[in-house]
């Protein structure tokens, strides 16, 4: 019998668009029979070869080069898929369930040498182990406790499938205070076993903290930026994997579309194949390809665009600040990534400063700067929703060369740098990111006078169209308090979205003037180009507030 999913790539040769699911519980057959589960190098000459390979419903590493893409082989059935679909490969780790217990054990060694002062602690925060998810609960509230003027926690707008606050913090210089500056996001933990993108989140948090008034470059960021910080996006995911109840879970923890899961359901064995991958259920182009429409896919994009909390949170956070960077880190790869995601949506018309900004950091990190697409197709991620929508210049960082969560020392030369990028890597990177987060040359500013204590409003509402041409409803809306001296600088993305530049429009914001209690005093149309600068001065408003 001809399995499934080699079925599916059979049909598609022949013009289908076809996609079966592989049989639900073939991960947890190959843990409970004890096969091997192996990280394979999977040769894939011609784009076409990497465009059949994801249409198996294997579970593709976020790794691939010129003619490769690396794979998780759940035993031997993914073998055998791979072998009848005429697939070869090399094997990068012969057996993954060891690796991660040899991982333990190095883990292990390396805290109790630091703790016995055998080797430096290095990290901003001094951790030597990977965090728990209360760590990063515990963490945030201890940085705002301890830096009260500069550190703000808050809580994203939805819960997780199992009832967990999603939690994050913003930094700032007099971050309670109602700013127009502009917005660096970083996130971590979309997908659960990437274990250090949320400590890279979050270790850059606290080098800020430490090093303001220390570093000019740092005390300059905060003076002039907010810098937003959500380390943990996929929490039920997170936890299932970093308590071991299934190291390798990536997706989140829906079993039926529509449905909550019950007390226990996402960690059953059966149901490891289960679940959305948040960074296929963002609105732009969602559906399309790189993206499966199989629950036990691990690239299912879930029943509808935004179906799922993980990503509502992130439309929610961004939709209500002016995100001029975004970075959310993911592994593994060594890959700076850019817009486009699908080969066939065409460069963006930013692609200038995009690719400067993207090399630019790759010169620090040492990775390859590249568009999202020459790693394989993807639609439906973060950017293809954050940057279309909202024209912030939006990354995604691939840390590592072979494996989702590496023994913790290596997240210390993640973040430093080692080799040639020995004292600049992934944090020189994020500080190039978030300088260019404050520069005017890469988004928009909207300057005037108005009463002071007025609230100015930039709203803007348009649809998300995804790869059907279903049009999903989107809402820009971000405020700021006018200051005691009654001049304001406002710092915002520009008002035509990079999709109506593509098709030759412009749009505007619509800026209003309020009163605290959210009565409108003025309204004003304001379009603003990318690194312009536009003067509304609010003299209704003024001679009314």
Not at 81 to 109: N, P
Not at 129 to 152: E, F, G, H
Request: hydrophobic content about 35%; charged content about 20%.
């Amino acid at each position: 019998m001809i399995p499934l999913a080699l079925a599916a790539v059979l049909a598609v040769g022949a013009g289908s668009q076809v996609q079966a699911a592989a049989p639900p519980d073939r991960k947890a057959q190959a843990y409970e029979s004890a096969e091997l589960i192996q990280l394979l190098r999977v040769k894939t000459p011609a784009s076409v070869d990497k465009k059949r390979l994801q249409t198996l419903d294997l579970d593709l590493a976020e790794s691939s080069g010129r003619d490769y893409v690396d794979v998780v082989a759940y035993g031997n059935q993914d073998r055998r898929l791979l072998q009848l679909a005429g697939f070869t490969w090399s094997v990068l780790e012969d057996d993954l369930v060891g690796a991660d217990r040899e991982r333990e054990i190095a883990d292990a060694a390396y805290a109790k040498a630091a703790a016995q002062k055998a080797v430096a602690a290095t990290l901003p925060s001094g951790r030597t182990a990977y965090r728990q998810l209360a760590d990063y609960t515990n963490d945030m509230a201890a940085l705002a406790s301890q830096y009260p003027t500069k550190v703000k926690q808050f809580t994203l707008r939805n819960t997780s499938l199992e009832n967990r606050t999603v939690r994050g913090i913003e930094v700032s210089r007099d971050v309670n205070a109602s700013s127009g500056k502009p917005v660096f996001l970083m996130m971590g933990l979309h997908h659960a076993r990437e274990w250090p993108s949320g400590e890279l989140t979050m270790e850059f948090a606290y080098d800020l903290l430490k090093n303001d008034g220390v570093d000019p470059r740092i005390t300059n960021i905060l003076d002039k930026s907010r810098v937003i910080f959500v380390p943990v996006v996929n929490p039920d995911g997170f936890n299932l994997s970093r308590t071991l109840g299934y190291e390798m879970k990536r997706k989140n923890c829906r079993i039926t579309n529509g449905q909550l899961p019950t007390a226990g359901q996402c960690a059953q064995s059966a149901n490891r194949s289960r679940g959305v991958d948040p960074n296929r259920n963002y609105s732009g182009f969602w559906g399309g390809p790189g993206a499966s429409s199989s629950l036990t896919s691990e690239t299912y994009r879930g029943p509808s665009a935004f179906s799922e909390p993980e990503t509502k949170n992130i439309q929610a956070l961004v939709s209500a600040h002016q995100v001029t960077t975004l970075i959310t880190n993911h592994t593994y790869s060594n890959l700076v990534l850019r817009e486009p995601g699908y080969a066939g949506a065409g460069n963006t018309p930013d692609e200038a400063i995009y690719k400067a900004l993207g090399d630019q950091m790759a010169a620090q990190n040492g990775y390859s700067s590249q568009f999202g697409y020459q790693l394989y197709d993807t639609t439906g991620t973060t950017e293809d929703w954050s940057y279309y929508a909202t024209g912030g210049l939006g990354f995604t960082f691939e840390h590592g060369t072979s494996s989702f969560h590496p023994a913790f020392s290596t997240v210390v030369n993640y973040y430093f740098g080692s080799g040639s990028t020995a004292g600049k890597g992934n944090r020189e990177a994020y500080l190039i990111a978030a300088e260019s987060t404050i520069n005017p040359a890469r988004h928009s500013i909207i300057t005037g006078s108005g009463p002071a204590g007025a609230v100015l409003r930039l709203k803007k509402s348009f649809n998300t169209k995804t790869w059907n041409g279903t049009n999903i409803p989107d809402v820009l809306d971000t405020t700021m308090v006018v200051p005691a001296g009654g001049s304001y600088t406002y710092h915002a993305n520009p008002s035509t979205r990079p999709i109506t530049v593509q098709q030759g429009g412009t749009e505007s914001w619509t800026l209003t003037c309020e009163r605290p209690t959210g009565q409108v005093l003025e309204t004003r149309q304001v379009t603003v180009a990318r690194g312009a600068s536009v003067t509304a001065n609010l003299t209704t408003c003024a001679s009314v507030f």
